[in-house]
RNA sequence: GUGGAUGUAGCUCAGUCGGUUAGAGCACCAGGUUGUGGCCCUGGGGGUCGGGGGUUCGAGUCCCCUCAUUCACCCCA
């Protein structure tokens, strides 16, 4: 077949058993979120364009990467891109700031992005993410990154390791960038091309770098210029975490790609993605809520890549599959097995049908493709009242009662009949 | 946005120097066995060789453009 109508570049259509696998993995993340009382939040896939223009004034996601269009009413609206913005947008209109703190949200959730496609890379990929407001405390940050590595030991990753750094507030961030800045300028004209655009553009993003390693090396020490609450939060972040048994250390040159964090970011990479490309990663946010005509509300989060997260875990979470059943039929069958199919699902037990009207052979060989027992109806048998249970994978077969609770009884413990 | 690689059946790939009707394996369907899958045998369906243009008597093959996939950079999950 050919055809013109293939998927937008950098989307994916997701089968089985794939499909299988990121399901397993998004109720594990739902579970876990619950688990630390965290309420499920389900946001629009686009939002009035304002809401991520004003968080994102400087980044390349809002900047350069965003879906946008304009309706048949004239509104300005953008594919989310992301997912705290489009949260604390919804925090404030539901006027969640009067409800009981701290509000503990996670989402599952589409986002889009217009970048080139490559390794992991897509223009909609999914995050599973959570975000925590009204503390203050650095035991805020600490839980958000308990939650999220939790998650991915759950999922079979034992050891991650947290790189974390502060990027100070609004009171100790100004005299280090000018720091920075002031540094680097010593440099200009012998800096990679990027660096040269990053020193006018993001002055922090001078800090990781591939290229100018040994400029930065000489630079000024962001921990240095951290006010005494800063230092403190920070600190106290480590210890919280540590006290716990994770694995967490400093990354002094990591920074993050959003505007609105403060004081804590952090990330988790895995050796087998590389090492630019990040697991997942948050931070704190405490300016957010108000920037979006909330009150003064602080907050942290983070957001994770399911399909990455699905790259690293590898082979060790892997599709779960449940013994099923196949009814098959002999010519002039098809009515009973119908209804011995029907009865078996109505008892919880999963079961499919022929619908093709095959050869008895023909419905066996589907049936081998697909289940581990085949209830075989007609005949003989079915005269007596009974059918025959069969294990594909053994080859052994028995002649069972036809009674509805009889079969299903006999495949729920088929192992005891040495089936 | 920048740079590289690759596009032939559902999948993995052959296809010689440009030459007849484009092949294989796997997968799918049917039959061999009108009551038994997997192994085996036989047969079948499925391709405008990514698309467009050009060179040529003749293009899957050579040239140009384009689209897509993929990898890296930027950035990010």
């Not at 699902?345 to 289940?371: I, Y």
């Amino acid at each position: 077949m050919r055809t013109e109508l293939k998927r937008p570049r950098g989307t994916q259509d997701l089968l089985a058993p794939e499909s299988l696998r990121v399901e397993r993995f998004r109720r594990l993340a739902f579970d876990t979120a619950r688990h630390y009382g965290f309420d499920p939040i389900e946001t629009p896939a686009f939002e009035q364009s304002a809401v991520f223009l004003k968080v994102g004034e400087s980044t390349d996601v809002v900047q350069h990467e965003r879906y946008a269009f304009t309706d048949a009413g004239g509104v300005e609206l953008t594919l989310r891109p992301e997912g705290t913005a489009a949260v604390a947008r919804a925090y404030v209109e539901n006027g969640l700031y009067n409800a009981p703190q701290p509000v503990r949200l996670f989402y599952w959730a589409p986002m889009f992005r217009r970048e080139r496609p490559q390794a992991l890379r897509y223009r909609q990929h999914t995050q599973f993410g959570a975000e925590l407001f009204g503390v203050e405390d650095a035991s805020a940050d600490a839980e958000i990154m308990l939650l999220s590595t939790a998650v991915v030991i759950r999922a079979g990753l034992s050891h991650p390791v947290i790189r974390a750094n502060s990027l100070g507030c609004s009171l100790c961030r100004p005299a280090y960038r000018s720091a920075l800045v002031q540094y680097y300028e010593g440099f200009r004209g012998q800096l990679c091309q990027d660096c040269e655009r990053r020193l006018d553009q993001n002055p922090l993003r001078l800090l990781d770098c591939k290229v100018d390693q040994a400029v930065r090396e000489g630079s000024p020490d962001l921990s240095l210029f951290w006010c005494p609450e800063c230092r403190r939060h920070f600190e106290r972040v480590i210890e919280l975490v540590g006290a716990t048994g994770r694995l967490i250390e400093r990354d002094p040159h990591l920074v993050r790609g959003f505007d609105y964090y403060t004081r804590t970011v952090f990330e988790v990479g895995h050796p087998e993605l590389g090492n630019g490309t990040a697991l997942f990663g948050g931070g704190r946010y405490d300016g957010l809520v108000e920037l979006l005509d909330g009150p003064k509300v602080p907050g942290v989060g983070f957001g994770m890549g399911s399909e990455r997260l699905l790259a690293a875990l590898g082979t060790r979470l892997s599709a779960s599959s449940q013994p099923s059943s196949y009814v098959a039929y002999l010519p002039g069958f098809q009515g009973q097995a119908w209804i011995v199919a029907e009865s078996l699902r109505v008892r919880g037990l999963p079961c499919q049908t022929d619908l093709l009207q095959r050869s008895l052979k023909a419905q066996l060989r589907d049936a081998s493709r697909r289940v581990q027992y085949v209830l075989i109806v007609g005949g003989e048998e079915w005269a007596e009242g009974k059918l025959t249970v069969k294990n594909l994978e053994s080859g052994a077969q028995h002649v069972v009662s036809a009674d509805p609770d009889d079969v299903a009884q006999v495949l729920v413990h088929e192992g005891a009949l040495g089936l």
